[in-house]
């Protein structure tokens, strides 16, 4: 048994033992769990992938005249921002589109640029058009503005992602007769091949499946910088069907996370275009567990083929909402290139990517053996599989007339 | 027998050709219709794989130039950007000549050209912009 302080500690004398999430299940093997336990002070996780409920806030400062684009309209390199806050703050969020962009006007449509992309551009140091109207007051007397405008020129420059981190997810298949364009990729008619988004045994909610150390105020590696949890993701759904080990069987915890664009890196915040079906962002997240106990351990040595997901039906069964799997099957099964469904062999291939989740886990074990990123105590644990959450659809209610006229 | 593979531009006057008709009949060499896009009356592209003795391939190409048909080496026009690449492997179970290909240890992407057939379902699918068509 270790304590978060004690294993700060260690990292600081330069002598904790840090270990990725692949490394630590050979680690484990060789010397068995509970020694492993003991030598073992933290395991580093990663994940790349898109993450469509994320976004950032941004203060742009005060131009002279002022001008109040709160209430108003506003719009970055011709993508629209949300301007329901306050004087100079807006919102962009990583679907956003430009209002002139054909879309599905000629299907399936290329979204070749959008919120996301416009974070990767800022991120990247360039500087984007900001364009803005308003109505005009006393105080903010101004009604137009068009300027260019950098991350170094703001105030603030804050990522904010309502939902990111999916601890498991959809194997996407069709089986209509017709090729579908969907958020998990092109999808070939009849079972022509099968999309993932998980990396797996390196995925952070699956190293820590049942959020004993994840939680409100945990530290993160977060799009190259330094972020934070700051809540359960929306969509957080911990009483799902589970394995003896605690690794959900379907797409189960999120997490809300912030941090400080502008000490962001672009190689870890991608925008990125799903043709057909829209604009997104894809983030690069790792998060290191701290080795408290053995059965925290054991599960952050957790390997692919111990991890299960369901085949779901992207033609039919997921937008008409009906929960049918097609079958289960492991990650390691989906990662060897070819899985069986309906006795048919399909192609498999990810949107999530592992190679980078690798590097990321590999940057967090450096920083922390470097001394340079300690750990935290989450200050509250995020809701688990004892929380009674129920996931809800959304049930449509007919408007009724209070006063008949 | 040596193999090329080309991308024939036709302007709209030339649409009506049996080009490929004479570089079997003529020319004595073997016709791989890889792609095509042809209108009537507009520009067409066809993308072929042409087998055959060296000479006969010269003289066909000479054929081609002189009928006014812009040709192109196949090879120079899908390009892999590698450093937008995010190796997700999203286009790799669709290209259909595994041009595009996952070394399973690293999980990372490959990209052989000389399978290319240039279908462009990797420009399709690819969430980064990664792959890019130079015709």
């Not at chain 1, 692949?22 to 073992?40: C, L, N």
């Not at chain 1, 069907?241 to 189960?252: E, F, I, W």
Request: hydrophobic residues 35%.
């Amino acid at each position: 048994m270790k304590t978060v302080e004690e294993i700060n500690e260690k990292i600081k004398k330069g002598k904790a033992l840090v270990l990725t999430a692949e490394e630590v299940i050979d680690f484990v093997r060789h010397k068995g769990s509970k020694r492993a336990a003991e030598q073992v002070d933290v395991v580093t996780t990663g994940t790349f992938g898109p993450m469509c409920s994320s976004g950032a806030y941004f203060n742009v400062g005060h131009s002279k005249p002022r001008i109040k684009i709160g209430g108003g309209k506003a719009y970055l390199n011709g993508v629209p921002v949300y301007t329901g806050l306050a004087a100079v703050d807006i919102l962009l969020g990583a679907t956003a589109i430009p209002d002139d962009d054909p879309r599905n006007a000629v299907f399936p449509g290329q979204f070749a640029y959008g919120g996301g992309h416009v974070i990767e551009e800022l991120v990247a140091g360039k500087e984007v058009r900001l364009t803005a109207t308003a109505y005009g007051t006393d105080c903010y007397p101004r009604k137009r503005i068009e300027t260019r405008i950098s991350l170094e020129d703001m105030n603030e420059a804050v990522l904010f992602n309502p939902r990111n981190c999916y601890q498991n997810y959809n194997v996407a298949v069709n089986v209509s007769d017709r090729a579908i364009y969907t958020y998990m990729g092109v999808l070939q008619p009849r079972l022509g091949n099968a999309n993932y988004c998980s990396a797996g045994q390196l995925n952070p909610l699956f190293c820590d499946p049942l959020y004993r150390t994840i939680g409100i105020g945990t530290r993160i590696f977060l799009g190259g910088g330094t972020g934070y949890v700051i809540w359960n993701g929306t969509q957080h759904n911990p009483c799902v069907p589970r394995t003896d080990l605690g690794m959900p069987r379907v797409p189960a915890g999120t997490i809300a996370v912030i941090g400080d664009l502008k000490e962001m890196h672009p190689r870890w915040l991608r925008g990125t275009s799903f043709r057909g079906y829209g604009v997104n962002l894809t983030v690069g997240i790792g998060i290191p567990i701290p080795i408290l106990d053995e059965e925290i351990l054991v599960q952050a040595a957790v390997r692919d083929e111990d991890i299960v997901t369901q085949i779901v039906d992207y033609s039919q069964s997921y937008p008409q909402r009906e929960s049918e799997s097609l079958g289960e099957v492991s990650y390691a099964q989906l990662k060897s290139g070819e899985i069986t469904v309906d006795g048919k062999q399909v192609p498999t291939a990810s949107l999530s990517s592992y190679a980078m989740a690798r590097e990321i886990a590999d940057i967090l074990k450096e920083w922390i053996q470097g001394g340079q990123f300690l750990l935290t105590e989450c200050v509250q644990r995020l809701p688990s599989r004892d929380s009674a959450i129920v996931f809800k659809g959304l049930q449509e209610k007919p408007f009724r007339a209070r006063n008949p006229i | 027998m040596p193999t090329t593979k080309i991308v024939l531009r036709f302007p709209p006057e030339l649409t009506d050709q049996p080009v490929t008709y004479k570089l079997i009949k003529e020319y004595d060499l073997m016709v791989n219709i890889l792609r095509g896009h042809i209108t009537p009356k507009e520009e067409g592209m066809l993308v072929l794989e042409l087998t055959g003795k060296k000479q006969q391939l010269n003289r066909g190409m000479k054929y081609l130039a002189n009928l006014g048909v812009e040709t192109q080496r196949l090879s120079k026009d899908i390009r892999w950007l590698k450093d937008r690449c995010t190796h997700c492997t999203a286009c790799t179970s669709l290209c259909p000549v595994h041009a595009l290909w996952v070394e399973r240890d690293t999980m990372m992407v490959n990209f052989d050209r000389d399978k290319c057939i240039a279908c462009e379902m990797c420009i399709t699918v690819c969430p980064y912009s990664a792959m890019e068509v130079q015709f």
